[in-house]
């Protein structure tokens, strides 16, 4: 049990870096690291947390300049971290964070460490300017993404790879879905702007705000009258666009977003799976605030013989695991958990998903399939692969059977939404 106070930034320092240490040994944000903080100081924790990984590589590069050697130390390195992030970006406040940096590190390893953390951070205030314009002048370190990532969008986005970095290294956009079985979305508007909250259409019926706000600020959010969720996310319902009635399955459906607009937009036979039941849980949640109904199982989907009754499916959305390249702002703690070896890896997963999914289509039917990944390995290559495969597949815009060209649909992570990867499929009789 820590010694300081809830409220104090000292107390908010430590606990982001016991959780920053959590992520360098390979634990994830999706994992609750968050849920153990004290509710009191979980959303600053959270904002050092997410701002100091998002700002992949910036800490580190100080730090070769300001230790000696590196520290074995994690935890230690970790508060020096989160708190440069912090001195950075609270520029009027700057010796209160040593301060309390110092204070947090009295509770790491007997305090050793106190003396090493309140010079580094000094050392680094009276050298701040310096090292900033050194970091500028180095173009792998100012990317604040992996080398090897940053190699692989210079390849695949050549006009494009700098908009997506720098889009990459931002706070995200906050985007609502309109539930248009409550409300149409310019009347949703009005609620917003009676609470002095700015919004722009996005999409169908998506909104994108200008500030994102805690969901309690949100008119009838509890009621189900809107949810939050990325406008490039939204266009997978969208896309998929099954009829009135269809039999649909949402192969891998947490946290839920696309299940329950799938269902705002008609009334659907859904069943939703996900591999773990604390994530259905989720999922059961998300449709009960809404007012909607689905069945919802643990399960693989791609172990037909666990889930699968033999009756097959007008529409499948095949949203599969992925790198989430396109969603690292999101996620920044994908910078230190993904490695370049975990594209085939999860391209080899995908392609075995695809193979068992295409089986319970009807004839007629439809896949949408979805990654949220900038890496073609996981979009274009695959669906090239698959379609070369699979004689019974085409794309829907293709107007004759033989025609084996891919239109597909790559969202680059910008102001308005994330990146996301869509291709639809036809499944011949």
Not at 49 to 70: D, I, M, T
Not at 386 to 407: C, G, K, V, Y
Request: charge should be neutral.
């Amino acid at each position: 049990m820590s010694r300081l106070p809830y409220t104090s930034l000292a107390f908010s320092l430590l606990q982001s870096a016991r959780i920053t240490a959590a992520v360098f040994a390979g634990q994830s944000l999706a994992d609750g690291l968050l849920s153990r903080v004290d509710p009191t100081a979980r959303p600053a924790v959270q904002d050092i947390v997410y701002g100091s990984l998002r700002a992949y590589g910036r800490g580190e590069f100080f730090l070769s300049r300001l230790l000696e050697r590196p520290l074995a130390a994690e935890e230690v390195r970790a508060l020096l971290l989160v708190a440069l992030y912090r001195i950075e970006t609270r520029p009027d406040a700057v010796h209160t964070v040593v301060d309390q940096a110092v204070s947090a590190a009295g509770e790491l390893l007997n305090g050793k460490f106190r003396a090493l953390v309140n010079g580094v951070l000094r050392s680094f205030l009276r050298q701040q300017t310096v090292l900033t314009a050194e970091l500028a002048a180095d173009q792998l370190a100012a990317s604040l993404h992996p080398d090897w990532w940053l190699a692989r969008l210079q390849q695949t986005y050549p006009a494009q790879w700098m908009e997506i970095v720098a889009a990459g290294n931002q706070a995200p956009p906050m985007g609502l879905r309109v539930n248009q079985r409550q409300i149409d979305r310019d009347a949703y508007r009005e609620q917003l702007a009676a609470e002095g909250i700015a919004s722009r259409p996005v999409g169908e019926v998506g909104l994108a705000l200008g500030t994102p706000v805690s969901v309690d600020r949100l008119p009838g959010f509890f009621d189900g009258r809107v949810s939050v969720q990325d406008p490039g996310a939204q266009r997978a319902a969208e896309l998929l666009s099954p009829a009135s009635g269809s039999r649909v399955l949402d192969a891998c459906a947490a946290p839920g977003g696309k299940t329950a607009h799938l269902l705002e937009r008609g009334d659907l036979d859904l069943l939703a799976l996900d591999l773990k039941p604390a994530r259905c849980r989720r999922i059961n949640e998300g449709l009960a605030r809404l007012h909607l109904s689905a069945t919802v199982k643990a399960a693989d989907c791609a172990k037909l013989e666990s889930w699968w009754d033999g009756r097959p499916f007008d529409a499948v959305l095949a949203d599969v695991p992925c790198t989430a390249s396109g969603v690292v702002r999101r996620n920044p703690d994908a910078k230190y958990l993904r490695r370049e070896a975990d594209i085939a890896s999860f391209a080899k997963a995908q392609s075995r998903i695809l193979n068992a999914l295409w089986q319970v289509i009807r004839p007629g039917g439809r896949l949408l399939y979805a990654t949220c990944s900038l890496f073609p390995e996981e979009n274009g290559g695959q669906m090239a692969a698959f379609l070369a495969r699979q004689p019974q597949a085409r794309q829907p815009q293709a107007r004759q059977p033989q025609a084996r060209q891919l239109h597909a649909e790559q969202l680059l992570p910008d102001a308005e939404h994330d990146g996301f990867y869509y291709c639809l499929l036809e499944k011949l009789a």
